[in-house]
C-alpha cells in the first residue's frame, strides 16, 4: 500500500474529525502526523486536545503543502475558496480526497489546476461512531495502491464502497441523507411507545435497539429483508396486523420516493456544479 508520511485534514468539523479518529485507530499515522485546519482558533484548539494533533485556525495552505493526503472536509460551499487557497504548493505525490457533498471530481480537479489522484467519498454521519456507510470514486489518475490508501481510512469508521461518479447522487439520496430517514422512523416508534403508555427511557431504549438488532440480523444473515420480516409474521397475529397499517399508509413506497426525490434533487445540484467545471 502506498506510504503516507503527512495528512492534511482541512476543516476538521464533524466528518474531518471522525476521519481523524479513524486514521488514528487505523493506525496508518500517529498524532504527529497529522495536521488539522479549522476556521476558529477556540475549535482548533479543541481538535489538538481531543486528538493531539497539531491544529491551526486556517493556515491550508501551510498544512497542505507538507503532505501527501489531503482531506477536503469542509462545507462544499467553502471548498472552492481552500481549494484556490491551497492550489499553489500542491506537488507531485500527493493525494486529494474530498468528502463535500455534491461536489464534482471534475471540479476539484479543475480548481487544483494539476493531474493528481483525486478520491471523492460520500460518507454519512455515523461515522462518528465508526459506523459509518461511505461510496467513494476516484479519477482516472488514482492507483490501485491509493485507492487502498482510501479504502483503508472509510473502513476504519464503518463500510466502504467504490462506485463509479454517477452513483454518487443515489449514494447522497440513500445513505448519505438515510440517517435523517431512520432518526424519523426511530422518533415515531419512540412516539408509539408513548402513546401506549411507556415510559419515554423504555421507549427510547427499545426503539433504538430495535433498528439497531434488525440493521445487523440483515447484515449478519445475509438475508433479503423479506425473509427476515415474515419470519417475525405469526398467522393471525399482532405483527401482521401492524404491517397491514403501514402498507395502508404506504411506508415502502415512501421510502422508496424519498430516494428517487433526493437522488433527483442531488442530480440537478451535481448538473449546476459541473457547468461550473466546464466553464
Ligand atoms: N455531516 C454529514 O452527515 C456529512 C455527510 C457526508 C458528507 N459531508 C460533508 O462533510 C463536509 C463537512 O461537513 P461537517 O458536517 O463535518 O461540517 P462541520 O462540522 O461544519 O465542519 C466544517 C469544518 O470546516 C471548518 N472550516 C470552515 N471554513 C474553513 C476554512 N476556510 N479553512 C479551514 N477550515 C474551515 C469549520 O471550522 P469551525 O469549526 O472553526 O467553524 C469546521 O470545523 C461537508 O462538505 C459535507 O458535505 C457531511
Known amino acids: 500500500m502506498r506510504e503516507i508520511q503527512r495528512i492534511a485534514v482541512l476543516g476538521a468539523g464533524n466528518m ?56 477536503l472536509a469542509v462545507k462544499p460551499s467553502t471548498l472552492g475558496k481552500v481549494v484556490e487557497e491551497i492550489r499553489e504548493v500542491l506537488h507531485e505525490g500527493q493525494m486529494l480526497l474530498s468528502v463535500a457533498a455534491a ?49 483503508k481510512i472509510f473502513r476504519a469508521v464503518g463500510v466502504v464502497c467504490f462506485v463509479d461518479e454517477e452513483a454518487m447522487d443515489a449514494v447522497t439520496a440513500l445513505s448519505g441523507s438515510g440517517p435523517a430517514y431512520i432518526y424519523m422512523v426511530i422518533e415515531a416508534l419512540i412516539a408509539g411507545g408513548l402513546k401506549m403508555g411507556l415510559s419515554h427511557e423504555v421507549s427510547t431504549r427499545l426503539a433504538e435497539q430495535t433498528v439497531l438488532g434488525a440493521a445487523k440480523l440483515v447484515r449478519e444473515t445475509g438475508a433479503h429483508p423479506a425473509i427476515l420480516r415474515d419470519q417475525v409474521i405469526t398467522p393471525g397475529g399482532v405483527t401482521i396486523s401492524a404491517i397491514h397499517e403501514l402498507e395502508r399508509h404506504g411506508l415502502r413506497a415512501m421510502l422508496i420516493s424519498a430516494v428517487e426525490t433526493a437522488t433527483n434533487h442531488s442530480r440537478s445540484r451535481t448538473k449546476a456544479l459541473l457547468e461550473q467545471a466546464r466553464e
Not at 483525486?118 to 461512531?129: D, G, Q, T
Open 16 to 71: 474531518g474529525g471522525a476521519l481523524i479518529g479513524g486514521i488514528l485507530k487505523a493506525g496508518m499515522a500517529r498524532p504527529d502526523q497529522i495536521v488539522a485546519t479549522t476556521r476558529s482558533a477556540e475549535h482548533a484548539s479543541e481538535v489538538a486536545e481531543r486528538f493531539g494533533v497539531r491544529a491551526t485556525a486556517g493556515m491550508n495552505r501551510e498544512a497542505a503543502a507538507e503532505s501527501d493526503l489531503v482531506i
Open 103 to 151: 461536489v464534482p471530481i471534475k471540479l476539484i480537479e479543475k480548481l487544483a489546476g494539476r493531474r493528481m489522484p483525486v478520491f471523492r467519498a460520500m460518507p454519512n454521519i455515523p461515522v462518528v461512531v465508526e459506523e459509518g456507510a461511505t461510496a467513494v470514486s476516484a479519477n482516472s489518475v488514482a492507483t490501485i495502491e491509493d485507492r487502498a490508501l482510501i479504502e
